[in-house]
């Protein structure tokens, strides 16, 4: 099993930023389709962005240039720089993972397959944007 743990969540105005980190064990990302997920305070649960294997990014278009996924193989870590964030962002993030094709599937359809869980996820980092 992938252990996953978020971080970087936070308090923050409109038009704030924040950056989240995901840490993963034992096995490599790279492996990975990795993905970052919202879920709203009455529990709506969003794909925000994901990064393939192979570095490809994708995005929800609600967050297109302004959220970057990134990942360092290195340390093992998924990112997820936030910037401009909006109160309706409001939510708890969480990190997820999936050794199949869920984010070649997104490439392909320019959607989200779904909003259901991965295979892999961590316990969430609580993001609040305030008006």
């Known amino acids: 099993q992938l252990q996953l743990a978020e971080s970087g969540g936070g308090s923050v105005q409109a038009g704030g930023s924040l950056r989240l980190s995901c840490v993963a064990s034992?096995?490599?990302?790279?492996?990975?389709?990795m993905a970052w997920f919202r879920q709203s305070p009455d529990n709506e649960r969003e794909a925000v962005m994901a990064i393939d294997a192979d570095g490809a990014t994708i995005s929800a278009f609600s967050v297109k240039n302004r959220f970057t996924a990134s990942k360092d193989n290195d340390k093992n870590t998924l990112y997820l720089e936030m910037n401009n964030l909006r109160p309706g962002e409001t939510g708890t993030y969480f990190c997820?993972?999936?050794?199949?094709?869920?984010?070649?599937?997104?490439?392909?359809?320019?959607?989200?397959?779904?909003?259901?869980?991965?295979?892999?996820w961590g316990s969430g980092t609580l993001v609040t944007v305030a008006s």
């Open positions: 034992p096995y490599p990302i790279r492996n990975f389709c």
């Open positions: 997820e993972a999936t050794a199949g094709s869920w984010c070649a599937k997104w490439l392909l359809w320019g959607h989200a397959p779904g909003s259901e869980t991965l295979d892999h």
